[in-house]
């Protein structure tokens, strides 16, 4: 950094890289970030193997985002002609719980924790902040499940957990035991957080978010990621559902995070950087922006006036948790920061996304 980021326009002028930013979440943050209100100049670097990301691109590059069709994986590709950059967003990942499973490792673990190693390299060698997007999924499965809840109609809801750290009815904080198994993809983001803070020594500032499920317009959801668009796609595309484990009767829950939400929490944390850097925070929508399966399907018929066929599934996967709730208390007392969009915001801006844009979307959701 050449001179101090201002707090009240804190990437006017800057380089930002976001390396995964033709995908849902990277896609949404180029474009806010090269508004005219924001001021940066952002550039995306994307490798387009998630499907339905190369609808993302003629969208950056009208928003004025340069776009470089490139891999995390290559310090070449990273290298971007040697040109300054003053803040990596690194969003760039193979992003499903269930990786690994139907084959091998190599490539959640070369794209997430390779490629965020030569990220860290370009943020030393460019004296680059970088903000990483962690996940929820750090926390360990089975302590997760052994949560104690208490079940209603429609959900589980957790209890008060007492001699649980990091645990209460609101959910999971930082403070939560991580010992125990958590998915290929939870377990690179976990070593890639242990990554960051030894780069601080570096000189590398960091930011780790762990998020809970985001979504929102953009957001190409399918069966292993990306739920809430998933559940709304059929509603608008046609096809089945099914309410896969606990039970069949899709009572787990998630807690939602709005993709503008997340957006303006960027931009927070980097108007407030001395106050968040150094440190690992959850984010997410919470206890009041939660829903399980069987009420995201009540709020898809009402806004869409359809119903799909719905079955059930009672084997439980091995990576699926029943409850999570993102406690992010800790990030709105350090910067006043609250979700502002419900989880029906979420639905009806899928819906209306969707069905403004279906005849380019109906071969990514129906694949
Ligand atoms: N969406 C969520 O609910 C959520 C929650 C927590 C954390 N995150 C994290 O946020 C980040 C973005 O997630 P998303 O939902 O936008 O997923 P996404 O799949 O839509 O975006 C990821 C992008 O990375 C690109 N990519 C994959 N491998 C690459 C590589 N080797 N080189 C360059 N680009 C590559 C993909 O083409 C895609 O465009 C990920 O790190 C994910 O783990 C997402």
């Given at each position: 950094m050449t001179h101090p980021i201002a707090?009240?326009?804190?990437?006017?002028g800057r380089t930002v890289l976001v390396t995964g930013g033709a995908g849902f979440v990277g896609s949404a943050v180029a474009r806010r970030f090269a508004a005219r209100d924001v001021g940066a100049h952002v550039v995306v670097l994307d490798?387009?193997?998630?499907?339905?990301?190369?609808?993302n691109v003629p969208l950056l590059t009208a928003a004025g985002v340069e776009f470089v069709h490139g891999d995390v994986r290559s310090p070449d590709d990273l290298s971007l002609g040697g040109r300054a950059i003053d803040l990596i967003v690194e969003c760039a990942a193979?992003?499903?719980?269930?990786?690994?499973?139907?084959?091998?490792?190599r490539y959640v673990v070369d794209a997430n924790l390779g490629g965020l190693v030569n990220c860290l390299e370009l943020a030393r060698e460019r004296r680059a902040r970088i903000v990483f997007l962690s996940t929820?999924?750090?926390?360990?499965v089975q302590r997760v499940n052994a949560l104690s809840v208490r079940e209603t109609a429609t959900r589980y809801v957790l209890d008060e957990?007492?001699?649980?750290?990091?645990?209460?009815s609101a959910g999971i904080a930082e403070?939560?035991?991580?010992g125990g198994v958590r998915t290929l993809y939870g377990a690179t983001k976990l070593a890639g957080e242990l990554l960051l803070a030894e780069y601080a020594a570096f000189g590398v500032e960091y930011v780790i978010n762990r998020f809970g499920v985001i979504a929102g317009p953009g957001q190409m959801g399918k069966v292993d990621q990306g739920v809430f668009a998933l559940w709304m796609s059929r509603y608008v595309f046609g096809g089945a559902l099914r309410y896969h484990g606990?039970?069949?009767?899709?009572k787990q829950v998630r807690d939602v995070l709005h993709i503008d939400d997340a957006c303006d929490l960027l931009l927070a944390q980097l108007g407030a950087w001395s106050s968040v850097a150094g440190r690992t925070w959850n984010a997410g929508g919470g206890l009041a922006n939660s829903l399980s399966l069987a009420e995201t399907t009540a709020l898809c018929e009402e806004i869409t006036g359809t119903r799909v066929a719905m079955s059930s599934d009672l084997a439980t996967h091995p990576?699926?948790?029943r409850v999570f709730l993102t406690d992010a208390r800790a990030l709105s007392s350090a910067l006043g920061w609250r979700p502002a969009r419900s989880p029906r915001v979420v639905l009806e801006d899928l819906h209306r996304w969707m069905t403004a844009n279906a005849e380019q979307l109906a071969p990514v959701f129906r694949a």
């Open positions: 707090a009240t326009e804190p990437l006017r490798n387009l193997r998630r499907r339905g990301s190369e609808l193979e992003p499903s719980v269930l990786a690994g499973y139907g084959g091998g490792s929820s999924r750090v926390y360990p957990q007492p001699g649980v750290p990091g645990a209460s403070d939560f035991p991580l606990w039970g069949g009767e899709g990576s699926d948790v």
